[in-house]
């Protein structure tokens, strides 16, 4: 691991034990190269004779000399702020990853620098010097020369730590290629030449001279600075007022080129006609492949500009141009261009051939710039990647162990537990631990599928409301453990099914929701919003949103959201958990149902997450709203605190054709009952909240029922549990029960259903009704025992027979031999001897009437959509998820075993 911090002295031996050793080593092992590191406990004014490794280090920096300490068996390397700064990071910044030294060097040079440290760090040699070149950050490449040590070795004469000092020679280098460049420029201008061309030439060349000196040696500039100063110095070496740099790209219209660059003498001159995006090739010329050959200089005065060139931006001010194509490694590269718009002088062939040469080496130099560019983005990405997902796998461990410490924890307790309430405690934990559990695994394997790209979205017609309300129950515990209130406000009432897919549409906003709910404060407020936009009779786009009012997030970790393994701020995922997932495939699904998915947030006041997505509108939905009509004349109190829920309940009702009062508080409400009556209006149902401040809503019932006695229906809303408060509220006087959201269909559904009195008592989410599936027989398939011993003890109570098979070979002969006796076949999909698909598929090839309509419901962990259709495909009827849940087996169960069905 790199360590590097420029407040710290380099430390050489980590401890004053090391500086002893340091020193004797010193000693000992290099006197003959007179190689001595002495550190001790004195300071420099204690001893002058030794110097301490703070010293050393802060010497090495006022000469701009690198230090590098490296522990082979941890891989952990100390660097000083030169070293730090070489490689064109800031401190403190180099990625910390044992293989990140062999990373920073450059690619040709790695195989020789590793067999001279190979060497030290197996004992063959104590000491290497060498010269290689190192990656800086940006891409650019610098010369470095080390000279290393080995100052402590273990028992077998292998390294344990190697010193080294670290010399920049990338201006030396530069320096002597300049000198060879210089030299051999003046052996081509021998004889034939006038003193005074030669003269002109020599100070051309010299430009272009100082142009590659900018471009190559200003190593700890901005690039894009140092790019300009080198195009100015050849824009003045020709008395330019512009100079340009066009950069070619290809496109659809075929090759064009974007202006890359461009420097201007005065600001007066400043071109207005820049164009935003690219200028082809064929629109300057017909013949442009001959215009822009190699060596081939446009030197032309405004009178006789070709038409073509006029494209270009600028091009209207300049009295006369000088335009020079590039060719690198024999492809056209681009062109630079130098106008005069003040003299109206020509330019000179050979003012064209010496700033050609300073203009390939610019060229060069933005090539290889970007190139280098494009490498290290990538190589930043793969390192941020790796970090990412070595942070991942930490959480992961963090996560899963988490509720499996639980899981083992809760049954040990349980064991040794005599007290029924005690055992149910633990079996409570143990169950809600395995969710848990369960959902970190689905949010793996989406994963898992997403990065194979076979995460597909499958369109089906389903009741949107009846989704929504599955996402609610879902939800529900985590609400009421945190007292939080969630308002739902879907703008209207659905009367058609949608056509999305329902699963990952549901996976979606569970996801957020269940984000909102982790991420805001008990007694906190989450808010579910969809708007629906029209685009056809046949298709609408849905605008969702899910705000709280919780913890936020900044703009740093709005960044991050959305990619995979990554999380807002580790603190808090330390503090609320999570995979760091969830949103990624949240994201993920949004794209693949063709729209889009973001955040709004502040830090400490909420967090809005949005997405958009189309779908398209089936038939019209086969009950709820259109089920039963309302009375024609119905007058309406809703008492709540919230405008939001009042605004919401004024909406519904009113596409209902029913208009309602509103009361904001308890007083309001008894106040408005009061008018009512006594205006021979009296209302005939009020929906009341629960939890309201000052006087709460049973208190308000039981003075409404003083003053109207037992003329109106009165419905409790409430997040509270029903049953928690069921018998306070009805000594209030409160009727009846809605639990909050308040979905459209069901609020429809209550009031025909209390008006016509056929409201029946409301079973708690989640609980499966009791069956009794006495004189049916079903034939369970499963190859391990224990699951067999856990479907016949969920069905145990349903009264109903059941005859086992191991395997599908078994399940088969079975069916042969009985089939008349089962109602239906639950079956396993993978299976010794033979699998459930292939079961399926000879019991429907047998052929007989029952063979062909007897259900058959796949119970597998198989539990992807493609599974699902893989069973479909097979001929099963159904399929159901393991591990199982209650309400799902029997919902499935009873849609083929159930006397109505």
């Keep these: ?270 071109t207005q006609d820049t164009p935003d995006g690219h200028i082809a090739y064929a629109a300057m010329a017909e013949n442009w492949h001959q215009v822009f050959a190699p060596r081939r200089y446009i030197l032309k005065q405004a009178d006789s500009m070709p038409e073509g060139l006029l494209h270009l931006p600028g091009m209207t001010q300049a009295l006369s141009t000088m335009l020079i194509p590039l060719y690198l490694h024999g492809s056209f590269w681009g062109f630079f261009r130098f106008d005069d718009c003040t003299r109206g002088l020509a330019f000179t062939e050979m003012e064209a051939e010496t700033m050609e040469s300073g203009a390939l080496i610019i060229a060069s130099s933005i090539s290889r710039n970007e190139t280098f560019g494009k490498l290290n983005e990538a190589r930043e990405a793969a390192m941020a990647s790796t970090k990412a997902k070595s942070e991942f796998l930490s959480r992961m461990s963090h996560e899963i162990r988490t509720p499996m410490n639980a899981i083992i924890g809760m049954s040990t307790i349980a064991k040794k537990a005599d007290d029924v309430l005690k055992i149910r405690y633990c079996l409570d934990k143990i169950d809600a631990s395995s969710r848990q559990l369960l959902g970190i695994i689905n949010d793996v394997l989406d994963m898992s599928k997403i990065d194979a790209d076979k995460f597909d979205i499958v369109q089906n017609e389903f009741d949107f409301e009846k989704m929504m309300q599955n996402v609610f129950n879902v939800i529900q515990v985590k609400l009421d453990e945190k007292h939080q209130d969630l308002h739902v406000d879907l703008g209207g009432v659905l009367t058609r099914k949608i056509v999305s897919d329902e699963l990952r549409l549901s996976q979606v906003l569970i996801n957020l929701m269940g984000n909102a709910v982790k991420f805001t404060p008990e007694g906190g407020r989450i808010v579910l919003k969809m708007r629906e936009e029209t685009l056809d009779n046949a298709r609408s786009r849905l605008h969702l949103e899910v705000i709280d009012n919780g913890v936020g997030i900044d703009a740093e970790g709005q960044k991050r959201l959305f990619q995979s393994f990554e999380q807002a701020d580790g603190s808090i995922t330390r503090q609320y958990g999570g995979t760091g997932l ?49 009375p024609e004349r119905m007058h309406i109190l809703v008492v709540d605190d919230s405008d939001d829920v009042l605004e919401y309940f004024q909406n519904i009702l009113g596409t209902f054709s029913l208009a309602c009062d509103t009361a904001a508080s308890g007083p309001q409400a008894i106040e408005a009952v009061r008018r009512s009556y006594k205006a021979g209006n009296p209302y005939d149902m009020i929906f009341m909240d629960w939890n309201m401040p000052g ?207």
């Design 582 to 630: 969830g949103l990624a495939i949240c994201k993920k699904i949004i794209n693949l149902m063709g729209g889009d998915i973001w955040v709004e947030s502040e830090p400490g006041k909420g967090s809005s997450f949005i997405f958009e997505i189309e779908v398209g509108w089936g038939g019209p939905l086969a009950s709820g709203t259109s089920a039963a009509s309302l």
């Design 1 to 270: 691991m790199y360590r590097n911090n420029s407040n710290d002295p380099l430390c050489l031996g980590g401890t004053e034990e090391h500086d002893h050793d340091t020193a004797a080593m010193g000693d000992r092992g290099f006197k003959e190269s007179q190689h001595r590191i002495v550190s001790g406990r004195e300071d420099f004014e204690g001893n002058p004779a030794h110097l301490t490794a703070r010293a050393m280090s802060t010497l090495a920096e006022s000469a701009g000399v690198g230090l590098l300490n490296w522990h082979i068996p941890t891989g952990e390397i100390n660097l000083n702020r030169t070293v730090a700064n070489l490689t064109g990071y800031e401190p403190g910044d180099l990625p910390h990853s044992g293989n990140t030294r062999r990373q920073l060097t450059f690619e040709d040079d790695i195989e020789m620098v590793d067999a001279l440290v190979n060497d030290c760090i197996e004992g063959r040699r104590d000491h290497y010097a060498v010269e290689y070149r190192m990656r800086r950050r940006d891409g650019s490449i610098v010369s470095v020369y080390e000279s290393a040590i080995v100052y402590e070795k273990d028992e077998n004469g292998r390294a344990v730590r190697i010193a080294a000092i670290v010399l920049d020679m990338s201006r030396l280098r530069w320096t002597e290629q300049q000198v060879r460049d210089i030299e051999r420029e003046f052996k081509k201008l021998a004889g034939g030449i006038s003193e005074g061309d030669l003269a002109e030439q020599n100070r051309l060349l010299r430009a272009a001279n100082s142009a590659a000196a900018m471009i190559i040696g200003g190593f700890y500039q901005d690039y894009e600075t140092v790019l300009l100063q080198s195009l100015q110095i050849l824009g003045d070496s020709v008395q330019a007022d512009r100079a340009y740099i066009f950069r070619n790209a290809p496109s659809e219209e075929g090759l064009c080129c974007f202006q890359r660059s461009v420097w201007e003498k005065d600001q007066s001159l400043v």
């Design 695 to 901: 006087m709460n809503g049973g208190d308000t019932a039981r003075q409404i029922r003083e003053i109207t006695g037992d003329d109106v229906i009165v419905v409790m809303i409430s997040v509270a549990d029903w049953s928690d408060i069921e018998q306070e509220a009805k000594t209030f006087g409160v009727t009846n029960f809605l639990p909050k959201p308040v979905l459209p269909s069901v609020l429809y559904n209550t009031i025909v259903q209390l008006t016509e009195n056929t409201l029946v008592s409301m079973q708690p989410p989640g609980t499966a009704a009791k069956k009794n599936w006495c004189g049916k027989k079903i034939l369970l398939v499963e190859d391990i025992e224990i699951n067999r011993e856990i479907i016949m003890s969920i069905l145990g109570d349903t009264g109903i027979d059941i005859e086992c098979a191991c395997d599908g070979k078994q399940a088969v002969d079975l069916f042969a031999q009985k089939g008349p006796d089962y109602d239906l076949i639950l079956m396993d999909v993978q299976m010794p001897v033979l699998d459930g698909l292939s079961a399926t598929r000879q019991i429907r090839a047998m052929g007989t009437d029952l063979a062909k309509t007897i259900p058959i419901i796949a119970m597998t962990a198989n539990a992807f959509k493609e599974d699902e259709l893989l069973c479909i495909e097979a001929g099963m009827n159904n399929h159901v998820a393991k591990p199982l849940d209650i309400d799902t087996l029997f919902t499935v169960m009873g849609g083929y075993l159930d006397p109505d069905n």
